[in-house]
């Protein structure tokens, strides 16, 4: 299983970005994927979060502005980012919480991945 992370890129303030994360593999079920992001000195923060259902949560900070979005069908996972500020740039990286795959032998225990992680800046 990998995840692959795409739209990246530069904006300035106030501009839109949409992330994608497609889950490649062959895959039984993802029960959550989310988006987290890390600034450069910072640690590693979540931004938002989707179970298999459709439940989201939010960072604070991003409330209002960032909306989170899944097609189960297709093991993708996005983030539309609107109003961005400079200090949201940072690398945002995918992940996918307990991941069932077919293996061999049957289906897989559960496991967690990590994407590679897409580079968003925000500057003027």
């Known amino acids: 299983v990998q995840l692959q992370a795409s739209g990246g890129g530069v904006v300035r303030p106030g501009g839109s970005l949409r992330l994608s994360c497609a889950a490649l593999g062959s895959i039984f079920s993802i029960n959550a994927m989310a988006w987290h992001r890390q600034a450069p000195g910072k640690e590693r923060e979540l931004v938002a979060k989707?179970?298999?259902?459709?439940?989201?949560n939010y960072a604070d900070s991003v409330k209002g502005r960032f909306t989170i979005s899944r097609d189960n069908a297709r093991n993708t996972m996005y983030l539309e980012m609107n109003s961005l500020r400079p200090e949201e740039t940072a690398v945002y990286y995918c992940?996918?919480?307990?991941?069932?795959?077919?293996?061999?032998?049957?289906?897989?225990?559960?496991?967690?991945?990590w994407g590679l992680g897409t580079q968003v800046t925000v500057s003027s």
């Open positions: 989707i179970t298999n259902d459709g439940s989201t």
């Open positions: 992940y996918a919480e307990s991941v069932v795959a077919r293996g061999y032998g049957g289906l897989t225990l559960p496991t967690n991945y």
